[in-house]
Every structure is written in C-alpha cells, then in structure tokens.
C-alpha cells in the first residue's frame, strides 16, 4: 500500500511556542489530505481537509488561525499548532487518499505525532 | 449523511478461539467500508475494504469482514486469534453517493484483548 511519513513522531514544547508536524506522502501524489486529532482511548476527530494549492477546510469548532494546515505540494501538507497550550496536547494523525482512478476512499495514515505541550 | 457504529468498546478473547468485532453502518446509497487498526502510539493500518463484488473480503494478518446489507453490518472476524492482535480497531465509512470528496466517517473504536 501507499506509504505516509509523518514527522516528528513526538514533539515536547513550552506553552506559547508553535510546532510544526509534516505529513508526506512518499510514492504517491495526495490532492487530498486530511488532519486528525485523537484523545487517550478515543476515536479520531477530523480537524481539517487539505486541498492541494488552496485553503484547507476546517470543520466546525476548530479553530483556523490555531491550527494552521498548509497543502504546498501533491506530497506534502503540515500542521502548525501556533501558541501552543497544555490542552492543545494530544495525538494528530494525518491521512492521504491517492489521486487519480475510481477512488474509492480509502486512506493511508501517518504513524501520528504526540505532543505535548508544558 | 453517514455514521457508522461499534457496539462494543472492549472486547477480550482467549488466544486461539475465533474473535468477531462488531460495526453496522449508515449511509444514503451504496457503503465502502473499511478497517483499521492502530496499535499505542501508531497511526491507523489498513486492515481491508469492501466496495462491491463477494460479501465476504479477505485482508490482512488473516482477518476478514461479511458485509451485510440487510443488517447494515460489516463485522470483523478472524478464526484463530493471537495476542499480536490485541489493538484498537476502527470501522469506517463512506456514502458511495457522495463522490470521492467526501471523507471517511470513523466508529467510536474497539479495543480487543487477546489473553493467552
């Protein structure tokens, strides 16, 4: 299957600074990536879409200007979490769909980022 | 609209004995569902899909899944378990209907235990 390289894998940072996680899609091309965040034992909630070249779209409740999701290339989207605070720690994960085809939706996932935030 | 549903948060089994994770499905039109697995601290492995053809879909590590269109099921299955299995299983879905832009929609999750 595709592979997704996400990094880092866990990021310690002093509360007010920001943090950049990187998603790449290392052989294929994702239009298409998606930004997760998952609490201890719980299921992931979808924070944003990445569009390829355009804005990401933010689901309700998220806050755009906190958590900034940049799509530059079909390999690459980041996640910046700006001013980070304590109860921004968590798990993110993202996730790709392959370009092109009858897609059917399925996704490849990251191995996720861990930060915490003191 | 989508949603899927995982009845049981935690499911525990003795190594070697069958093991059935649960997960029923709504969508508008025709469902592609899916699995996955995360293991503490992992991202999420694709485990299998179905999207059209045989009812029953083989996939990974010797799981597999029965879509049921009359109980709007996709239940996990696996013969034999092993204690390598033991992680979080996640059911997804997607609304055939809603095109390709559409996202998946994710079950609550299930932690299965598998005791030797």
């Known amino acids: 299957g595709a592979v997704v390289s996400q990094h880092p894998s866990r990021v310690i940072c002093k509360s007010g600074t920001s943090v950049k996680i990187e998603c790449r899609s290392l052989?294929?091309?994702?239009?298409?990536m998606f930004w997760y965040r998952q609490f201890p034992k719980q299921s992931l909630m979808l924070m944003a879409t990445s569009n390829e070249g355009s804005k990401a779209t933010y689901e309700q409740g998220v806050e755009k200007d906190k958590f900034l999701i940049n799509h530059a290339s079909l390999t690459l989207s980041t996640l910046t979490v700006t001013s980070a605070h304590p109860e921004d720690s968590s798990f993110y994960i993202c996730?790709?769909?392959?370009?092109?085809?009858?897609?059917?939706?399925?996704?490849?996932f990251g191995e996720g980022s861990r930060l915490t935030v003191l | 609209a989508q949603s899927v549903a995982q009845p049981e948060d935690q499911v525990n089994v003795a190594e070697g004995n069958p093991l059935t994770v649960k997960c029923t499905y709504s969508?508008?039109?025709?469902?592609?569902l899916f699995w996955y697995v995360q293991y503490p601290n992992r991202g999420l492995q694709f485990l299998l899909k179905?999207?059209?053809?045989?009812?029953l879909v083989k996939g990974s590590y010797g799981f597999e899944a029965e879509f049921n269109k009359s109980q709007t099921s996709f239940h996990l299955k696996k013969p034999s378990a092993l204690v390598s299995d033991s992680a979080l299983y996640f059911c997804?879905?997607?609304?055939?209907?809603?095109?390709?832009?559409?996202?998946?929609?994710f079950g609550s999750g299930t932690q299965l235990t598998v005791l030797p």
């Open positions: 996730s790709a769909r392959t370009s092109g085809g009858r897609n059917t939706g399925e996704l490849f």
């Open positions: 969508v508008s039109g025709n469902p592609y």
């Open positions: 052989d294929f091309q994702a239009t298409t």
């Open positions: 997804a879905v997607r609304d055939e209907e809603w095109g390709s832009a559409r996202q998946l929609t």
């Open positions: 179905y999207i059209t053809g045989d009812n």
